[in-house]
């Protein structure tokens, strides 16, 4: 690849490379808490013919037990297909999902190609691919499928049979992950509409009418036809929906939004000032307003309605926004008009997309530091010789990243640690997860220190002020300290460290 200044895809490169080196040489970044909820069935299909997830048997005891049903099928079916060649290692995932974000930055250079967008507008806005560092979800899938409708559906003219592939598309996007696949069928029919008002293209009415009606279809045949199915789904659904209650934002739900999409919000702020006719027809405003106005309909639910992750979604269409929005700017008919010139604009996105990538700069620094206290190959040593030290029949609970080699002990009782009990309502969590300790009274717990400080720190010296109950011995094997540890720092960098937190109990 030829990395000149020129070159409108350095940026694009220079992270993809940036993110291999990180996954080569320092395992990073670490699967979340939650990978393994949605991996475990892959790797349990793999490793012993069943596709369901037993670590998850005291939150979803239908998938866990049966069949695999807490979440729409397409990202466990696709990463039990990749397991199959790849092995059902940690290490494999987190190549699926590089594999997956090199798709995406992929359909992201072939959309701003397509809209011929110049090179410096392309390799700022890569600058904010810096923000996104947790892709170990179905999300990155969903996000591939629907970029590919939206890329495909950019070149829509009249003929709407050729609308059927991006709906199909859209539609897998609903199949991983339902909130990503509804952003994408908003981006697509807000894009048809800007065209058909300002450009005179038809709509096409079929494949839309096909998208709006296909998810009740879809719920309707899975209650009629599959039931039990339906029932697994409704088990997880009505203990983590996405809908929380309405609310006001907090001050860390605002901190985490400015951190995450800083370049949209800028966007955002400044369109309206723009919004004169004779811009609506331009390919690049259009792209600007469709992915800015997705941007902020998930920024209001996000502090509003549903759960502040969401604000994830928006990560993905920071990069369209931000370029969208610069192309359109300095190559419109009057690129003299008033405002910031040129150099203020790069300037202010410059500096919004150091912002944007503070955790990226704490993966490349802190977590080199901590990778080179212990290691990947080091932790995963003191994993699998805790594993194998514990008598047959023994329970262990252990974090996502390590349960990937805990699923290989079929006669262990291997537990997910966020998925102790079902969700609580009206109880905090450390008493809740002290209470499922003290009823599951596991042999060993095995954590990233991410789950130690963030979850278990609080209930386990509670346990500890019980010797009548239980003996609790901690074995932290970091010696650099992670910044989990601090209660401020964790909510800008976490989960950094592979080094393991063991814990073993003695019931009495």
Not at 411 to 416: A, E, I, K, R, Y
């Amino acid at each position: 690849m030829n990395f000149s200044l020129r070159n409108p895809f350095l940026v694009f490169g220079l992270v993809f490379l940036w993110r291999l080196a990180l996954l080569i040489f320092t395992a990073q970044p670490i699967p979340a808490n939650d990978a393994f909820f949605f991996d475990g069935p892959a790797v349990n299909s793999v490793l012993h013919g069943r596709f369901a997830n037993p670590s998850i048997i005291y939150f979803t005891p239908f998938s866990a037990t049966n069949v695999f049903c807490a979440y729409p099928p397409v990202y466990p079916l696709a990463m039990r297909a990749w397991m199959g060649v790849a092995g059902t290692s940690v290490l494999s995932a987190m190549w699926f999902h590089l594999l997956i974000f090199g798709v995406y930055l992929f359909l992201l250079a072939a959309i701003f190609r397509r809209l011929l967008t110049p090179a410096w507008c392309i390799n700022l806005a890569g600058l904010f691919l810096l923000a996104m560092t947790f892709d170990d979800r179905p999300d990155s899938l969903a996000q591939v499928f629907g970029l590919l409708a939206f890329w495909l559906w950019l070149d829509i003219e009249k003929r709407t049979r050729s609308a059927w592939l991006p709906a199909v598309l859209v539609t897998l996007s609903m199949w991983t992950n339902p909130e990503i696949g509804a952003i994408y069928f908003g981006l697509l029919a807000a894009l048809t509409l800007l065209r058909s008002g300002f450009c005179g293209r038809t709509w096409p009415v079929l494949p839309l009418f096909f998208l709006l009606v296909l998810p009740p279809l879809s719920v309707l045949a899975f209650k009629t036809w599959q039931p039990e199915l339906w029932t697994g789904f409704l088990e997880h659904a009505r203990q983590t929906p996405s809908f929380t209650h309405l609310r006001h934002p907090s001050v860390n739900d605002l901190l985490k939004v400015i951190r995450s999409i800083p370049g949209a919000l800028l966007v955002i702020a400044v369109l309206p000032w723009h919004w004169r006719r004779e811009n609506w027809s331009q390919p690049l405003f259009q792209l600007a307003v469709v992915s800015s106005l997705a941007c902020l309909a998930v920024t209001i639910g996000a502090l509003t309605a549903f759960t502040a992750d969401w604000i994830n979604f928006a990560r993905y269409l920071q990069p369209l926004a931000v370029g969208g929005f610069l192309a359109w700017r300095f190559t419109a008919p009057d690129p003299a008009a008033p405002g910031p010139g040129r150099r203020a604009w790069q300037g202010a996105f410059l500096a919004l997309a150091l912002l944007a990538a503070v955790r990226a700069i704490g993966l490349s620094t802190w977590g080199v530091a901590c990778a080179a206290d212990v290691s990947y190959p080091a932790a995963l040593q003191l994993v699998k010789s805790n594993l194998n030290s514990l008598p047959p029949g023994a329970t262990v609970v252990a974090s996502s990243a390590f349960l990937y080699e805990s699923a290989r002990h079929n006669d262990l009782v291997s537990l997910h640690e966020d998925w102790l009990h079902p969700a609580s309502t009206g109880v905090s969590d450390e008493d809740t997860d002290r209470e499922a300790l003290l009823t599951i009274k596991p042999a060993r717990m095995i954590l990233v220190q991410y789950d130690f400080y963030r979850r278990f720190q609080g209930p386990l010296q509670q346990l500890e002020a019980h010797p009548e109950l239980v003996t609790v011995t901690i074995n932290n094997t970091a010696k650099v300290t992670p910044p989990d540890a601090s209660k401020s720092l964790q909510r800008v960098l976490q989960h950094i460290a592979w080094a393991p937190v063991i814990v073993d109990f003695n019931w009495k």
